[in-house]
């Protein structure tokens, strides 16, 4: 008996690009992509934490690309840097908070522009440029907030439920060329997207999950797994992880 | 950070699975022997548990031949089923299609023991002897029928949703002990049962990534049962080809 993977769970030989790959879910599924044999294209605006992952991957032909994905225009051009992909990992990301009241139009439209506008147009210029390979996967970062009412959230919800409300119908269209789509919908997990360092932000989290805080590493481990084969025939769904999370 | 192995294999875990000998239990099990368990499997048929014990990866597998259906079958598993780190509860049954008005209330009553009330049963005698570990993983084979109620199938989605319903409760009771409950929420599989159960070709062709064989659709039972896992409880994993995204036109 060997101690590897299975052939369906293993990445060697795809090609997998990671948006928002210089930090936190991102920078993670990157480095357990490439730790389970995948080459990372990692796609980022900030030069230096790119290549810092760069350097924390082991060796492999994997590139960096330093690119603003609210840069629409731009999109077009950067999608043909691409090589044809095995999967698509959309870990771009913001979480920008403000009760209703006080929601400035901008915040709505940053949430929408980096959460939504950004992976969608993506995905569509990958399609139109034929950059996927035959039974390519899309991945997508949804959130318990697209399901949940939590006080502070509105813009940041209605993203989330528009990235899902997206994945449905992409799922038939992109289902005509055997390619996958899904999300990830998690709970909070430490990475720096929240803007908060200190452990008491978390902490209150902590107690809201029956099994606790997640890692980064947890919801990185979904994301290689629905990159892979060992999720073939799963299409337009969601996982939830949650650590449990209750709402009664 | 944890190795991909470490995430992603089963070494060193114990694991029941229940109804082991056909279809997706069979193919799990393969697959998660492959993957470093030590498997218990369970059936009623025990020419193909034996079979299937042939067949499986490593050494130190057992079969329990039994019904689950029947208390002294339950008492049997309770017996010989220790120190469990994870299960799969593939075991239930299709039944057939009735049209509602044409449906007996001892086929409703049949469909509603064997896919919802065995496998809450099952679950509460092994926590109640105690066999399952702190931090294990318990995976119960639930249909996509829980959720879009195709017609004529009031019985079979009815108990596939009771299920469903009843171990989101379940999972809180057990969650102080880390043990884990998810569902995996399944389309049209191509198993035995599957075939023998008269869905029209029609409806199959709905589901536009195709009609999978069981070996395909392994992946989110091991992705629960493995440490990738454990943040997840109280979850589903939906693997239906696209097949719930659709309206049907007509009935």
């Not at chain 2, 998660?32 to 059936?43: F, S």
């Not at chain 2, 599989?189 to 069981?214: C, F, R």
Request: charged share 20%.
């Amino acid at each position: 008996m060997n101690n590897r993977l299975l052939p369906k769970q293993s990445l060697a030989g795809k090609v997998i690009a990671v948006t928002g790959a210089s930090s936190g879910i991102g920078a993670e599924t990157a480095r357990l992509a490439a730790a389970m044999g995948a080459t990372i294209i990692g796609i980022a605006r900030d030069a230096g934490r790119l290549d810092a992952l760069h350097q924390s991957l082991p060796p492999g032909e994997h590139r960096m690309l330093i690119a603003d994905l609210t840069d629409f225009a731009g999109l077009a051009g950067l999608v043909r840097e691409l090589p044809k992909l095995d999967a698509l990992v959309c870990a771009a990301g913001v979480s920008l908070l403000a009760p209703l009241r006080l929601l400035p139009e901008s915040l709505i439209d940053k949430n929408l522009d980096i959460n939504v506008k950004s992976p969608v147009m993506t995905v569509q210029q990958c399609l139109k440029q034929g950059r996927f390979n035959e039974e390519a996967s899309v991945v997508l970062f949804s959130s318990i907030a697209a399901h949940t009412g939590t006080e502070g959230t509105c813009a940041y919800s209605m993203s989330k439920a528009a990235l899902e409300g997206f994945m449905r119908p992409a799922a038939m269209e992109l289902a005509r060329k055997s390619v996958r789509i899904n999300s990830i919908a998690a709970a909070i997990v430490r990475t720096p997207i929240f803007g908060q360092n200190d452990d008491s932000f978390f902490d209150q989290y902590r107690e809201r999950y029956p099994l606790g805080l997640g890692e980064p590493v947890d919801v990185a481990a979904a994301a290689v797994f629905l990159a892979s084969e060992a999720s073939r025939y799963m299409t337009g769904s969601t996982i939830v992880m949650d650590g449990g999370s209750t709402w009664v | 950070m944890a190795t991909p192995e470490q995430l992603f294999r089963l070494d060193g875990k114990t694991l029941l699975i229940c109804g082991a000998s056909s279809g997706l239990g069979r193919a799990i099990a393969l697959d998660a022997a492959r993957l470093g368990a030590q498997l218990i499997v369970v059936a009623r048929r025990e020419a193909l548990l034996d079979s299937l014990l042939a067949e499986l990866e490593g050494q130190g597998h057992r079969r329990l031949c039994l019904d689950l259906a029947s208390e002294e079958g339950r008492a049997l598993l309770v017996a010989e089923a220790r120190n469990l780190d994870g299960m799969v509860y593939a075991a239930g049954s299709l039944g057939k299609l009735v049209p509602f008005h044409l449906l007996r209330e001892d086929l409703l009553e049949e469909q509603y023991r064997a896919n919802a009330l065995l496998p809450l049963l099952v679950t509460r005698a092994l926590l109640a002897a105690k066999a399952v570990r702190n931090g294990a993983s318990l995976v119960y084979l639930v249909s996509a029928g829980a959720r879009i109620s195709p017609p004529a199938s009031a019985a079979y989605s009815g108990s596939k949703a009771f299920l469903a319903a009843a171990l989101r409760s379940v999972a809180l009771d057990v969650v102080k002990k880390q043990i884990r409950i998810n569902s995996v929420m399944y389309g049209y599989v191509l198993t035995e049962a599957m075939q023998q159960l008269a869905v029209s070709d029609e409806v199959k062709a709905m589901a536009p990534l195709g009609l999978p064989e069981p070996e395909a659709v392994t992946g989110a039972p091991l992705f629960l049962l493995s440490d990738s896992g454990r943040w997840m409880t109280r979850s589903s994993m939906t693997i239906d080809a696209g097949l719930t995204l659709r309206q049907k036109v007509g009935i």
